[in-house]
T-cell receptor, first 114, second 113 residues
Framework: GAVVSQHPSRVICKSGTSVKIECRSLDFQATTMFWYRQFPKQSLMLMATSNEGSKATYEQGVEKDKFLINHASLTLSTLTVTSAHPEDSSFYIC??????????FGDGTRLSIL | DAKTTQPTSMDCAEGRAANLPCNHSTISGNEYVYWYRQIHSQGPQYIIHGLKNNETNEMASLIITEDRKSSTLILPHATLRDTAVYYCIVSSYRGSTLGRLYFGRGTQLTVWP
């Protein structure tokens, strides 16, 4: 199946730090990328949807100034958690899709804010 | 998007077929049925999807009822590595912003030796 790479896999940082997570579609051009968040023992929650070259569309309740999404190319999207606090600690997962591919997911980034 | 209903948990003996049901009684005509699974601490893995015809690939088979109000994912010969949470999701379109996936709680499938 299609491969989506996410980096880093784990981040531990101090409160107030901004953290950038990269999501790459390795073997297909992703017209759309998605970002999810998953808290322990809960299901995935969609945060935002982005098309290449366009502004991201955020789900209700997700702060766009807190979670900056850039989708500058058909193979790369980034999520930046700005001024992260302990409550932002979570498992962040990206996915990528195209007209020919259903959503394929990365392996996630475990973010821990101290 | 239409919601789905799945059993919270199921067990299956290794080597036997695992049949995972999903109800999606409010599915719209242009909505696909997608199945994903998530093994602990990993990203979800795509399994299969379909619109109205039954589908089969190297991982599983998807049986959709004629009225499209329910479906069944079949793992023909379950192994211990198939232990995971399985999500049934309906979504309107893929490859565009319309193709959002909203995950429910899924079914925890446990395969035992």
């Amino acid at each position: 199946g299609a491969v989506v790479s996410q980096h880093p896999s784990r981040v531990i940082c101090k409160s107030g730090t901004s953290v950038k997570i990269e999501c790459r579609s390795l073997d297909f051009q992703a017209t759309t990328m998605f970002w999810y968040r998953q808290f322990p023992k809960q299901s995935l929650m969609l945060m935002a949807t982005s098309n290449e070259g366009s502004k991201a569309t955020y789900e209700q309740g997700v702060e766009k100034d807190k979670f900056l999404i850039n989708h500058a190319s058909l193979t790369l999207s980034t999520l930046t958690v700005t001024s992260a606090h302990p409550e932002d600690s979570s498992f962040y997962i990206c996915s990528a899709s195209s007209m020919d591919q259903p959503q394929h997911f990365g392996d996630g980034t475990r973010l821990s804010i101290l | 998007d239409a919601k789905t209903t799945q059993p919270t948990s199921m067990d299956c003996a290794e080597g036997r077929a695992a049949n995972l049901p999903c109800n999606h009684s409010t599915i719209s005509g242009n909505e696909y049925v997608y199945w994903y699974r998530q093994i602990h601490s990993q990203g979800p893995q795509y399994i299969i999807h379909g619109l109205k015809n039954n589908e089969t690939n190297e991982m599983a088979s998807l049986i959709i009822t004629e009225d499209r109000k329910s479906s069944t994912l079949i793992l023909p010969h379950a192994t211990l590595r198939d232990t995971a949470v399985y999500y049934c999701i309906v979504s309107s379109y893929r490859g565009s912003t319309l193709g959002r996936l909203y995950f429910g709680r899924g079914t925890q499938l446990t395969v035992w030796p």
